[in-house]
């Protein structure tokens, strides 16, 4: 329960609220935390010599940590597929706003308790990350994650057409080949087969983008200064027209 997130209180009221009596102290929920806190500090200052990183992944996420605010803080996650195949959490760290400074202190603390170089790296695209991955000198190859580059490309589209690219964008991802993978994104993200197909889309963006658009606040006065103009059959070209639309 408190791993879910229910403060030491919460936990102590849930019991007697169950059993009808006290089963369980605050103060007993608090040693609990205590080992978990001892156990954290193991953790994250083990040696890492014995894996075998194959694959290497690098991200973020954000929670509210600290009361009085709702801000939220970045928290640095790494974790690792290893040669045998199975998949580790490697450590964890605050990381401010997920800046180059933040990862640059980050990296260096898990070569330095001997995690191996792995085959590649994966991560998002934040310029801070590649500047320190960069800087600390790891000669491996970079690539950039999957997911974050599909979400990257499915925001730009509405959502009519979200599905089928999706469905493109992972076919080129998964060729059997560097080649074949080209090949598919080319014919992909070419130019559309017909007219049919150019006019669904540009359909499917206007309309989408449409539903947003502002007018313009037209008055009852403006309204009839148009319609005398019109009456009096003045050109659109005319000065008059422009003034009275104001």
Known sequence: ???RGLSTRDIEDLFCKVT?????SKSAVSELSQVWEADFQ????????ELEPLYFFLDAFYLPLRSGTNEREGILAAYAI????KKVLIHLALGGRENYDSWLAFLPDLTERGFKEPALVI????PGLKKALRQIGLPVKHQRCQRHKLLNILVKLPKVMQAEMKRLVQQVFWADSYEEGLSKGRA????LPSEQAALKLVYAVASTYARNWRGMVVTAEQLEQIDRVVAQGTPLSDKRVAVAVG
Do not use: E
Not at 42 to 49: D, F, G, V
Not at 188 to 191: Q, T
């Open 123 to 126: 991560s998002d695209g934040n």
């Open 20 to 24: 009808g009596g006290q089963m369980i």
């Open 1 to 3: 329960m408190y791993v």
């Open 42 to 49: 193991r953790w994250r200052n083990r040696c890492l010599a």
């Open 82 to 85: 290893l040669r045998s195949g």
């Open 188 to 191: 992909s993200i070419g130019r």
